[in-house]
């Protein structure tokens, strides 16, 4: 990937989306989270629209800290497979530190839908239910979430909120 240097930023003639998308991924793995989210909108580009690549865009704008971004790109991978658990509860917890409380139950209520036994979906759910004072709604959540995982880091603090 020496052609992606900051010597040397032209790209070959003949590129694939695919190939653009590994080469984002590198550049997310070696830290640069803005040069992979541009490499991931080249593929894009490229390539039309696809669930997959705008979940990673999403991923990588969510931790380079471009909330407002991220959120677009998760709806966007939802339009197009309404489907992906994955983009449903990642756009739950961006709307959670985008204080859109209401918004986040409702996406990862929907991430539950599709996928009930989603232990991380349960744990932000039960969270976000208690912080918008609605704990017996909450505790449902707490207890499927140490059901399904009792070794999580966050189990102890489950066990507390259900006070076992």
Request: net charge negative; with cysteine; charged share 25%.
């Amino acid at each position: 990937m020496a052609f992606l240097s900051r010597q040397s930023p032209a790209l070959p003639d003949q590129v694939t989306p695919h190939q653009l998308a590994s080469w984002a991924a590198e550049l997310e793995e070696a830290g640069d989270l803005r040069s992979a989210a541009e490499m991931f909108r080249a593929a894009l580009a490229a390539g039309g629209p696809q669930p997959e690549l705008c979940f990673q865009l999403a991923e990588v704008l969510y931790r380079a800290g471009d909330l407002a971004a991220a959120r677009e790109r998760y709806f966007m991978a939802l339009e197009l497979d309404e489907n992906y658990v994955e983009a449903r509860a990642n756009l739950g917890c961006v709307l959670l530190d985008q204080s859109e409380k209401e918004l986040a139950v409702a996406a990862f209520e929907g991430a539950l839908r599709s996928h009930e036994p989603y232990a991380d979906v349960h744990y932000h759910l039960a969270r976000t239910l208690d912080e918008l004072t609605r704990p017996d709604e909450a505790d449902g959540h707490w207890r499927r979430f140490v059901e399904l995982a009792p070794n999580s880091p966050w189990a102890e603090e489950a066990r507390q909120r259900l006070h076992v």
